[in-house]
Each structure stands twice: as C-alpha cells, then as structure tokens.
C-alpha cells in the first residue's frame, strides 16, 4: 500500500529554509534593513516639509484675506475661526517640526553610527574595522537597525498627528476665508 505521509521537506543550504541565517545573510539582511529604515525616515521627513509649508501657506492666505478695517468690524465667529485655524495650524507645525528634528542619539564605540564614526581618527575607525569580530559588527549592525526604526516609528507619529491637525484645522480656515470673503463684498 503506498504511503499518504506528504514528503520530507528538502533542506537547501543555500535557498530558504528553517536554519538561522549564516553570518553572511544576517549581514546582507540588515546592512539592506538598514537602508530601508533611514530611506523610511526620509519619507517623513518630506511629509514633515510638505505639511510645515502647507500649514504657512495656509497661514498666509488667512491674513492676506483680512484687512484691518474688515477686522475691526467682524463677527465674533469670524474672530472664533481665525482663533482656532492659528492654533491648529501652529500645532501642526509644532508637530511637523517634531518629526523632522533629527533625534540620533549616541552610540559610543559604535562602527556603523555616523557620530561614532566620526568621533574615531581615520586610521583608528580602519583599524577596528579589520579587528572587530563579526558577530560583534552584527550586533552594533542590530543596534542600529532598531534605533533607526524607533525613530521612523515615531516621526511617522508625528507626521500623522500633523496632517490630522493640519485637516481639522482646513475646517475653520475655509470657513473664515468664506465669511472674510464676505466681508469685503460690497
């Protein structure tokens, strides 16, 4: 009688399978890791600019609308509306601005965090490189990959928080450029 039992999986050393990464893999996987982790924090920080410069140009419009003599004569909801798209849209350039501030820490001994890079004379960083045992390299490697990813974890934070704020605050904005506009209509 034939068997029913499904084949014994194939191990292929070199293809995917259920041993742990050589020490080769492990340093590809997180040397690429790493590039799409700082390519990731890239990313919220244009989202930071385009909020910041939207947030201003909001801004903008708001007191280019509004004459002085129009204020003077204005409703208090007008007044309300102004009030609340210059707080929101502050607060969202708060926000923005705390996305894109540049958070890297320290990492002293460090061969792949740029501030400790620097830190070493030339000949010392080539030296360590040549000497550092590779499991050591991984580890800082690691270390890197995960400080970066709690950075872009919490930039995206922020910048999700800022559009948010910046949405809510488009609200009041074009109710106030509706009623400033009617204003000035004689």
Known sequence: ???TAPPAPSHDPHGVGPHPLSADQLLRSQETTLARLVTTGAIADSRSG???SSNIGMLGALVASISGTALRTASAW???LLALTAVACVASIAMAALAAFPRPGTRPGSLVFFGSIAALPRDA???RLRSVPQVDFARDLADQCH???VLAAMKFRWVRRAMATMMAAALPWLACLELV???RLP
């Open 1 to 3: 009688m034939p068997s």
């Open 50 to 52: 385009l909020v910041i």
């Open 78 to 80: 007008v007044w309300v």
């Open 125 to 127: 960083y080539f030296e």
């Open 147 to 149: 400080r970066v990813a």
């Open 181 to 183: 506009g009617r204003m």
